[in-house]
């Protein structure tokens, strides 16, 4: 709009005392060289209401010259001192009420009262004429200013084509696509009903599968001549789309996700990703007028769009073989064929998967032979003789895990979920035997040191609510085992006829945790396994003929990390 009166430049009263003046002749005479005082007067009254803008107060002077100095303080006024009282009207709003309202009063007043409605009505379209030509002056794309009422009574924004929303569920023991539920998919807004902070659409990125459609119907409480409102505009990442006038009545257009980063990167994604909606503003204008109450004006909200992608990774794994050292070949290390069996989906589309079984399969096995090699290597450095055997199956068994986002319960003006359900029935199978011969003093000893057990994940995980978080959800989808060492010994005959027996406890154990975390670089979750050896020790008793019985604490093993395997 103009610029604010209240900067107070020179000659300001003098150029809105010369444009009323044609107007208001009888008034003019009557004041004689005091028109400038009143109409100075009438502009900084103008300033108690807020009304500032230079256009709106020439308007508000024109009232004054029409209905008397301090109009709003006569009873017979009281509509007047509501509307400039009111402070949920903007100053332009309560100029315009004001003359309108203004006009229709006088004008049914006895005797001069239509013809001074009259006149306040030209004066006022010749003031707003005259500010109109300012503003153009300095900016020839300036939109004129709001002259007739125009605004929106209701604004009905909801979702289109959104039937082929599924989810995966548990059906009979099968995992399938069904329909997924789906919350109201509407909203209104208009007096009394402000615009939502957002909306949150669940829909494809382009070309990747069905797209949910957004559709606005706008019913008008009035419109200018100009065809400029109501407009609709929605901006975002294609650009900027627009519809005004009949045409922004009724419009709809498909909305589209940002392309799913998982779908690139198969081998490693992160499992229960949470990827970023795509963002766009969407505005509905009109000239914000009313000749009566308050407006609805612009209203404005951003759309989200979330992808609605639904993933579901299924693995079987079998039980792990027996593997020996010293190695007489690489082969006995590899997994069989066969042993781990994925199955990946998108949508209910079939992906490759032989990058998560290379991972589990192959990846999983290297990382553990690795660490058993490197535990034979430190055995074999304090014994003689030294042999170990170990069958070690890590998440053997059948895990699913299916994850997607899920309208919140709000529907389309709530930020969606991510829904997770882990259905695991997993078993870490431990047994571990290392033998070998140790000299103590004159003595030499056969010792077997050996640790079994299994540390189960059997539990049905599910998110499918708001509450609780995912990371509260899944916080127990780990689990954890400490299986403790056993030791046996019988003593190998020498000439000194000494030998040694257990005098204490072995220490020691095999610790390891398995099963999903949040992943440290990045969102989502990935499968992993840790897995370590404590020191192991024993007192001994060293029994000799000559020397009698002498007692030492035997270093059986320091820590060794087995395993620390993560993948997604």
Not at 55 to 65: F, H
Request: with cysteine; glycine share 8%.
């Amino acid at each position: 709009m103009s610029p604010d009166l209240s900067s107070e430049s020179p000659g300001q009263w003098v150029v809105l005392t010369a444009a009323l003046a044609p107007f208001w002749p009888d008034l003019y005479s009557k004041l004689g060289e005091r028109a400038e005082d009143y109409i100075e007067a009438a502009s900084r009254k103008a300033g108690r209401y807020l009304i500032a803008d230079e256009a709106a107060v020439a308007r508000y002077v024109n009232l004054c010259c029409g209905l008397g100095p301090n109009f709003e303080d006569k009873p017979e006024n009281e509509w007047a001192l509501a509307l400039l009282s009111d402070e949920r009207l903007d100053e332009w709003v309560k100029v315009h009420q004001l003359v309108f309202r203004g006009s229709v009063e006088v004008g049914r007043r006895p005797g001069s009262g239509r013809t001074t409605a009259a006149q306040i009505a030209l004066a006022d379209k010749a003031l707003i004429d005259l500010h109109d030509a300012k503003r153009r002056f300095f900016d020839r794309e300036a939109p004129g200013l709001a002259r007739v009422a125009c605004d929106l009574e209701a604004v009905d924004i909801r979702l289109l084509e959104i039937d082929w929303r599924s989810e995966y569920q548990n059906v009979e023991g099968q995992w399938q696509l069904t329909s997924a539920p789906l919350a109201k998919p509407s909203v209104r807004m208009g007096p009394g009903l402000p615009a939502p902070e957002l909306l949150c659409v669940l829909t494809h990125a382009a070309k990747a599968g069905p797209a949910a459609r957004l559709q606005i119907r706008l019913l008008s409480h009035s419109r200018c001549f100009q065809e400029r409102h109501p407009l609709v505009s929605y901006a975002g990442s294609h650009g900027l789309s627009q519809w005004r006038g009949h045409l922004a009545q009724a419009v709809s257009w498909y909305v589209y996700a940002l392309p799913s980063p998982l779908a690139s990167r198969q081998a490693h994604f992160a499992l229960m990703e949470e990827p970023v909606p795509d963002a766009a503003l969407l505005r509905t204008t009109s000239c914000g007028l009313r000749d009566e109450g308050l407006p609805t004006g612009a209203l404005e909200t951003y759309v989200w769009a979330y992808p609605a992608d639904q993933w579901l990774l299924s693995m079987q794994r079998d039980g792990g073989e027996e593997l020996k050292w010293p190695r007489t070949g690489g082969a006995q290390t590899d997994f069989a064929a066969g042993n781990t069996r994925c199955r990946l989906e998108r949508d209910g589309i079939p992906l490759p998967s032989s990058a998560w079984v290379e991972n589990f399969q192959d990846g999983l096995q290297q990382n553990l032979c690795s660490g058993l090699d490197q535990l034979f290597l430190v055995w074999q450095r304090t014994m003689q003789n030294a042999s170990m055997s170990a069958t070690v199956a890590l998440l053997a068994g059948q895990s699913t895990l299916t994850w997607g986002w899920r309208e919140g319960a709000h529907g389309l003006v709530g930020r969606p979920m991510m829904r997770a359900v882990g259905d695991f029935d997993l078993n870490n199978k431990i047994h571990l035997e290392l033998n070998g011969e140790v000299d103590v003093g004159v003595t030499r000893t056969k010792v077997r040191l050996h640790v079994q057990g299994n540390a189960a994940l059997k539990k049905l995980f599910t998110r499918e609510s708001e509450t609780p978080t995912l990371i509260d959800a899944f916080l127990s989808s780990v689990t954890h085992w400490q299986f403790k060492f056993q030791l046996e010994f019988d003593p190998v005959a020498v000439e000194q006829a000494a030998l040694w027996r257990e005098a204490g406890p072995c220490t020691g154990f095999v610790v390891g945790q398995a099963g999903l975390r949040p992943r440290a670089n990045g969102g989502g979750w990935q499968w992993y396994v840790r897995m370590r050896i404590e020191p192991v020790s024993v007192t001994i008793c060293v029994f000799d003929p000559v020397l009698g019985q002498t007692h030492r604490t035997l270093f059986l093993l320091p820590g060794v990390d087995l395993i620390d395997w993560s993948t997604g």
